[in-house]
């Protein structure tokens, strides 16, 4: 399977691929009244209104850096965007790179252990779901 892999603050994180349908530059981002802290706000995506979250926020990392893209993720029609800070590279990876690990927010399927580097394999799925 192929994976998106990105950087949030000092961490590398993944998605699978076929969730993505793009990765775009930071765009305009309106506020949403009453929303919960980690949605940024909408934005019109190509005449398309999406939701915008601020995965730093979500997943309570700090924020050292600024974000300089969004990773679009399509599920069952609805799409959302994920801000982050780069979007380093895609990778192929096989089902016995994935290391099961203890996850809180149940959102990590594993880690993804490189030899360089360790990655957070995130389930796309469920950040629709929350």
Do not use: C, W
Not at 3 to 29: P, S
Not at 31 to 50: D, E, M, Q
Not at 77 to 104: A, F, S
Request: glycine content about 6%; charged content about 25%; hydrophobic content about 45%.
């Amino acid at each position: 399977m192929q994976v998106v892999i990105f950087t949030l603050g000092n961490e590398k994180f993944a998605l699978e691929t076929h969730l993505v349908h793009g990765i775009e530059k930071m765009m305009n981002i309106t506020k949403v009244p009453n929303a919960p802290s980690y949605i940024k706000g909408l934005a019109n995506l190509r005449g398309t209104i999406i939701s915008i979250i601020d995965l730093k926020q979500y997943l309570n990392i700090e924020k050292v850096s600024e974000e300089k893209n969004i990773i679009i993720i399509e599920s069952d029609e609805e799409r959302i965007g994920l801000m982050v800070d780069n979007v380093d590279e895609v990778v192929e990876i096989t089902q016995d790179m994935i290391e099961k690990t203890y996850d809180d927010n149940g959102i990590a399927k594993g880690i993804i252990n490189f030899k360089d580097y360790i990655v957070t394999f995130l389930d796309g799925e469920l950040l629709f779901a929350k």
